[in-house]
Each structure stands twice: as C-alpha cells, then as structure tokens.
C-alpha cells in the first residue's frame, strides 16, 4: 500500500494559498460593508437628533403663542427673546404685527345691498421666528397664526 501525501501532489502544488487569498478578499469585503453600515448609522442618528431638536422648538413656539407670556404682550415692532428647547437657551425674534381688517355683517338675503353692519377690525398678531444666528436649531422655524 502506497501512501500519497498532500503536499506532493503536483496538482495542488500550484493552489498553495488561495484559501488565505480568498478570506483575506472576504475579510476587506465585510470592513467596506461594516464601513457603510457604521456611516448610515451615524448620518441617520444626526437627522434623528436634527428633527427631535426641530420638533421641540415647534412645540416651544406654539406654547408661547398661544400663551402670548413673552412675546404677544409687546408692543408692534420686533423683540429679542429667549426661548428654552432642550435645555437649551434658543434666540428668537418676536415680531407683533397690527393689520386692519373689515368686516360687513350680512341679513341673509340675495339682495346686493343687505349690509347690516360694517366696521373696521384691528387685529394684533405675534410671529416667532429663530435668529439665523443661532447655530442650536438646525432648521430654522418662523411660526404666525
């Protein structure tokens, strides 16, 4: 009985190392794949952050215009306030519009002349929005009614 050894087969003399070539390609393989998954990951964490700051600062503007504390209580013109989103303390403009408006009550009926009542409405008004200086907010908010 004749024994044949591995390394003496002069077939396989020729694939010495194509094994470590191989895993070597799939190990490089798997660190670009690695790679781009560990880059969507943290991109999608950024916009992650980005939209719950943005979502914050939209819920801060909606209180206090609803609440008119700090910025519906001025005077026409625009003011400088702050604002806390997240902790943070975000600059905002505040600016209090006056608009005239006319209003004509009606009777109801077809007639082109069925005015009951007309008279001029003043009606006073508060916008936020974020100073373009304030790096804290990524996206910057203006708000009005």
């Known amino acids: 009985m004749q024994q044949v050894h591995y390394k003496s087969s002069p077939s396989l003399k020729c694939q010495q190392g194509v094994t470590l070539i191989e895993v070597l390609i799939s190990i490089v393989l798997m660190a670009i794949i690695g790679l781009g998954a560990a880059f969507i990951a943290g991109r999608t964490a950024v916009i992650h952050h980005d939209q719950n700051i943005h979502l914050h600062t ?15 209580a001025k005077a026409v013109g625009t003011h400088s306030i702050q604002v806390e989103i997240a902790g943070s303390n975000v600059q905002a403009d505040c600016i209090v519009k006056k608009q005239a408006f006319t209003v004509k009550a009606l009777d109801g009926t077809t007639n082109p002349n069925n005015g009951v009542a007309e008279a001029n ?14 790096t804290f907010v990524p996206v910057k908010v203006q708000m009005s009614p």
């Open 121 to 134: 409405v003043d009606v006073t008004y508060a916008e936020l929005q974020v100073k373009s200086s304030d």
């Open 58 to 72: 939209i819920n801060q503007f909606r209180q206090q215009l609803e609440n008119s504390a700090q910025c519906g």
